[in-house]
Structure formats: C-alpha cells, structure tokens
C-alpha cells in the first residue's frame, strides 16, 4: 500500500514543485510534449545572414505544408493542429522576423511584402519549391501576398482568417484602432493577459496565476516591438488592402473562419471567395480568430480534405 501511494503522489508532489519553484521548467516540458505529440523538432536555418528557428515533422518524402503563424505568436502555435497533418505531410512552420526567436531588429522594415520576400528566401534556403502554403491572421496576409508575388513558388493556398483585406463590415479590432490611441493586441501589463486572450479565442483557458509571467514574458519584453509592427501592417491594411490584387491569385484556395472573429470580421470571406477565383471556404461556427488552436482537428479535417485533392 505505502508503494502504490508513493506511486500515485509522487507525480503530483512533483508537479507541484515545479509549478510553485520552477515554473519556467514546467513550461519548457509543456512545450517539449506538445512538439513531440506533434511529431515535430525545433531547426534552424541561415537565410540572408540571419538565423531562423523553424518547427519540422512528418516525412520529407511527403508534400511540404508551410504554415506562417500570425501577429504576436510563433511556430509553437501550429503544434495543437500538427499531430493531424504530420502523418501526412512534411510540416515546416518558422518564426518570423520580429517574433518567436527570429531576429527583433527593430530596424527590419515589417511590411507585409518585406515578410514575403523573406518568406521566399527561407524557402530557398530550405531547398523547397512549391509547397502548400498557408497562414493565420497576420500569417495567411504574408502568404496571400506571396501567392500574388510569386504564383509559381507554391501549390495550394490555405487563409485562416487573414487580414489583408476589407470585408463588408466592420470587426471590433477596427473600431478600436480607429482613433490611433490604442493597441488590443498588446499587453499593458500581466494583469491585462486575461483581456487579450478573450478577445482573440471565443472560449478562453484558464491560465493559472504561477505560469503568468512566463506564458506573457516574451510579449512584454518585446512589447514596444510588437506595437511598431501592429501600426505597420495596421497603416498598410487601411492604405492598401489587398481586394483589389485577389484576381492575382491563381493558386487552388481554401479559406477558413471562425465565425466570432473579433479580430477579423467574417464578411471578409465572402471578398476572397468572390476575388479569387475558384476558391472553397469554410466557415467554424464555434470558434474565433485562430480556429488552428480552438479546434485543431477540426481545422486540420478541413485543410486535409482540400490537400487530398490538390
């Protein structure tokens, strides 16, 4: 008995530990078994003088899925929806310049077409023509630029509630910004976690209070950053979206949204069906702004059905 007890409570004392002494462990081996249940391994690459971690999984002998995470997250956030592609596909998901563990030189210009053209040389550098390509939010912008950019560097196109262009009604993030005198997307402090995170997801985790600082630490070290990138692409969105380059894209195109986008409104799918020719869509009527993480195998179903048949 006094064995099976230790067996049972050992474990729990040890969580404990670590959630009250070493926080920044327990969420280091969250991010450890979170990448090996998604079958992927943290690399890097040299492109242009500049390093960037990337996450890879599945065979390489497979078609090449590269997904390009969104405003304020990082390669990490594909590896809720990577267990369902990785079996399949030879998944590649990088850090952006300006994100993750990518260089934050502030001097980068971080306009969308910049990000694309580095997007490119990546790609390059990897020795990967012609991959399917997807992205969220800020992501699937970059990668509907690159679409237009460069039609013959990729197979497919998947959007997952991209920005880039204007839909028939305004998302609240666009009346919030509207005056200029305030960020969403940017923490103010770590008690301000909490507001964010419902603001971008429809049903929000609970976060417990230890794991705060670390979960937050990257977004409020570099906040002043993230603020200079989030007025970028915010001028460029109002100045030139891209509604009018849609007829451009000549990829096969799935689009995906979640319906309680506060971020990005859901008229907005109806544009791109409209402007790119061809084009599926799915709309998730349970989830919000990144349906890869509310739903990953709902979302990885949706993408593997329209993969198959390109």
């Not at 690459?45 to 971690?53: L, M």
């Not at 390009?68 to 079996?87: E, I, S």
């Not at 008690?191 to 990257?218: C, N």
């Not at 544009?271 to 084009?279: D, F, K, M, P, R």
Request: net charge neutral; hydrophobic share 45%; with cysteine.
């Amino acid at each position: 008995m006094k064995i099976l007890l230790v067996l049972i409570f050992a474990p729990l004392i040890s969580l404990a530990l670590l959630y009250f002494l070493f926080p920044e462990q327990l969420m280091q081996g969250a991010r450890w078994l979170m990448r090996r249940r998604a079958r992927v391994r943290r690399r890097t690459v040299t492109v242009d003088g500049r390093i960037w971690p990337y996450l890879e999984g599945g065979d390489p002998s497979k078609p090449t899925l590269v997904m390009v995470h969104g405003f304020g997250a990082d390669k990490d956030h594909w590896t809720f929806y990577a267990p369902w592609m990785t079996r399949d596909y030879h998944l590649i998901a990088p850090d952006l310049p300006g994100f993750g563990e990518n260089d934050r030189n502030r001097e980068l210009p971080f306009d969308v077409a910049s990000q694309a053209r580095r997007l490119k040389d990546f790609l390059d550098a990897l020795g990967i023509d012609r991959p399917h390509l997807g992205g969220n939010s800020m992501g699937g912008w970059i990668a509907l630029r690159f679409a237009i950019d460069y039609p013959d560097r990729l197979r497919t196109l998947t959007l997952m509630n991209n920005a880039g262009v204007m839909g028939g009604d305004e998302s609240e993030l666009q009346k919030l910004v509207a005056d200029r005198d305030y960020n969403p997307l940017v923490l103010a402090n770590l008690e301000d976690a909490d507001r964010l995170i419902a603001f971008v997801v429809r049903k929000p985790t609970f976060v417990p209070a230890r794991l705060k600082p670390v979960i937050y630490a990257d977004a409020l070290k570099h906040r002043d950053l993230l603020d200079q990138i989030f007025w970028t692409i915010a001028d460029e969105m109002e100045q030139k979206p891209l509604n009018d380059e849609l007829g451009k894209v000549t990829a096969p195109t799935l689009i995906l949204w979640g319906r309680h986008d506060k971020l990005i409104d859901v008229s907005c799918v109806a544009v791109l069906e409209q402007g790119i020719a061809g084009s599926r869509s799915h709309i998730f009527e349970h989830v919000a702004h990144v349906p890869m993480i509310e739903d990953p195998r709902a979302t990885a179903e949706v993408q593997r059905d329209f993969l198959a048949k390109h």
